[in-house]
């Protein structure tokens, strides 16, 4: 089986691809053509924002290519999920909507698409809620605190690279597949995509669509999976991701990207939770179950506009000059969630909460000799917020059981506000001798907030400076070792709107302090031969932390926090057909409390990881794959007796070409392990009994369920 690998490269933080570098191996089986690409050079820009090998980045750096990422979600899960079974470090998906407590080295991550940051201020945690793997060219990951970005890498980076145009004849994509348990008819996913791409040497373009409906999900006991009433799910849902780009050589040195996307993802179905007990004499939560004809005049749902323009010129001043502007607008609606009312019974209310994210980001590099490098550059943006809570008709929600959820009235929510960032910043490299990389950055970032006045509690203005630095150093052993170590810083600022959204919270009496983590790291990697490894320890901290309080709204607390811990991957090629491999991330999670070192609760920001190890062992040969990993998370217990239970499942993938396209097998959770997903039992800390008894929030893992898939490329 012939590959072709294309590594495209981008602006920035991965704005557009502006670079192609391509090899086409002649290799006689798959096995043997990834064995000789593990030693290739690869360009990937989360280093150090400008298009740099691997081999010349101090710090861990994962790439997860088409086929890795086609080869997971051939298993019928969604992208974080794959995305938690290839990359150490990153902690395993929720499996719901969203990816609250996904992190990486138990601190935030930052999720790009192509140089796009789609993260939030309000800390949404619907990043991968965001494109279909199906538009995905490749995955970059930087692990750790990087300096380089703006707010929310304190714990690590994930760029998404989107599949771009060629020259040449049109060139035509088709992917399509059903997913399911065989527990009941609407225990069924279902999957269609199609991309048209072409262009000549001067223009090239690509458009795809995708479209993913899915049905209920069942657990491996075959009982129906309850609704994340709290961050909602994707059951019952239908996502719609169109992506289209066009890429014009306006001459030998200069090229122009137009990139655009609409997302759409929301729930259809109309199955609900019933609670029986809410008309009683004594209204209860107690006793719910699942049932036809829910139907709200708010569903969960995330919609997304984004659009991006990009210039490249590769001899502005003798220098490299990156320029890109984007605009991205994002809806974010939510499960009717139940609030005790005041004499008694309950309420059920919704939010939507919007985010405007418009900038420009720019950068010169420039070769000052042989061996330096300098990159510098600023980042200008504006971020606008606002939410309303719809309440639902009481008399309609008791009536029905709260499958009715009809619309009351719609106040605000929380506090809007508008966050304008500049940001310079300057990154060097030297190349001191043929094997020693010493490296060295910072960037200030400058923040004005503006707060809305909210429930008669004025808003106001509040400022934010810092300055963050990196230092690094690289050492070559020029036979494909390399060892490195680093010191960076990250920077978060807490949610302004849960903050500033409490009774008497106002802006001059209460400022609000950004959170800035730093790390130190000591790691290496070794690609040759038979093998890729990467290996890494690392120690982050910081001195203050954001908690919430009973009503879930956010308090800043001057706490000291620490994580700390070894991530590492492996992959050994054996002969031309066998490959096994693997991951593994141990970290401890710490606060200071009375000056003795505990383990962090598992509701206490940032929220502690479980400790995850992955292995597989994979066959190819020129017309079929076939695969067999593992996934392991260990049980988390903290000081106060808080715990969430570790899992253990397994995954078999397999895949046949045949004279009309690619037929593919992956059976997901291969022995039907019973257990509860990581948000699940972290939604219980968070939400009961407060908000009502365990069983509501607890999510469970999906059972056994086969995908049958087929792609066809023309």
Partial sequence: MNRTIVLSVGLLSGAFPLLAFAQTSNAQTAAAHTNESAAQETLVVVGSRTPTHISQISGAVHIVENEELQQQISTGGDLKTALGKLVPGLDFGPQGRTNAGQNMRGRSVQVLIDGVSLNNSRGLSRQFDAIDPFNIERVEVLSGTSSLYGGGATGGLINIITKQGESGAPHFETQASVTGGFNHSHDLDRRLSQSASGGNDTVQGRIGVSLVENGRQYDARGDEIFPDIAQSDLQDNRSLDILGNVRVELSDEQTLTLSGQLYESGKQGDRGVYYPNLAAAAPNLDDADIRDGFTADRDPRTDRKMF???????????????????????????????????????????????????????????????????????????????????????????????????????????????????????????????????????????????????????????????????????????????????????????????????????????????????????????????????????????????????????????????????????????????????????????????????????????????????????????????????????????????????????????????????????????????????????????????????????????????????????
């Avoid at 505990?598 to 929220?607: K, S």
């Fill in 308 to 714: 991006s323009v990009n210039y490249h010129h590769a001899n502005l001043l003798n220098q490299d000059f990156y320029l890109q502007a984007f605009h991205r607008e994002e809806e974010s609606s939510f499960h009717p969630f139940p609030y005790a009312a005041q004499g008694g019974g309950y309420y059920f209310a919704a939010s939507q909460q919007n985010t405007t994210l418009s900038g420009l980001k720019g950068l010169f590099s420039a070769d000052l000799t042989d061996s330096l490098n300098l990159t510098y550059g600023a980042d200008l943006d504006r971020e606008s917020f606002d939410a309303t809570q719809m309440r639902f008709d009481r008399a309609a929600s008791d009536a029905s059981g709260g499958l009715v959820q009809r619309a009351d009235r719609i106040t605000p929510r929380y506090p809007g506000f508008e966050i304008d960032t500049l940001a310079l910043f300057a990154q060097s490299e030297w190349w001191a001798t043929d094997q020693l990389q010493l490296s060295g950055g910072i960037r200030h970032q400058r923040m004005d907030v503006d707060i809305d006045d909210f429930n008669n509690v004025p808003g106001g203005s509040s400022d934010y400076d810092v300055t963050l630095y990196n230092v690094s150093a690289l050492y070559d052993f020029d036979n494909g070792h390399q060892s490195w170590l680093g010191y960076s810083e990250g920077f978060e600022l807490p949610d302004p709107s849960k903050y500033y959204g409490r009774a008497g919270q106002t802006v001059a009496d209460n400022p609000l302090d950004g959170i800035k983590t730093q790390q130190v790291e000591l790691g290496w990697r070794y690609r040759g031969g038979d093998w890729m490894t990467q290996a890494a320890v690392y120690y982050a901290w910081s001195d203050t932390a954001m908690e919430l309080d009973s009503d879930l709204n956010v308090t800043q607390v001057d706490d000291d926090r620490r994580d700390y811990g070894l991530e590492a991957s492996v992959t050994r090629f054996i002969g031309d057909h066998w490959e096994v491999g693997g991951t593994l991330h141990t970290l401890v999670s710490e606060r200071k409390e009375d000056g003795r070192w505990q383990d962090r609760g598992i509701t206490v920001a940032p929220y502690p990881s479980q400790d995850s190890l992955t292995a597989h062992i994979a066959w190819a040969d020129n017309d079929r794959t076939l695969r067999l990993q593992g996934s392991h998370a260990r049980d988390y217990k903290d000081s106060d007796d808080g715990r969430i239970d570790g899992f253990t499942t397994f995954d078999l993938i397999g895949s046949q070409d045949t004279a009309l396209g690619t037929l593919s097998l992956g059976i997901s959770n291969l022995t039907d392990e019973q257990y509860s997903t990581p948000w699940g039992q972290r939604a219980v800390g968070f939400y009961s009994p407060t908000y009502g008894p365990a069983y509501l929030y607890d999510y469970q893992g999906r059972g056994r369920t086969f995908t049958l898939g087929w792609s066809l490329d023309y």
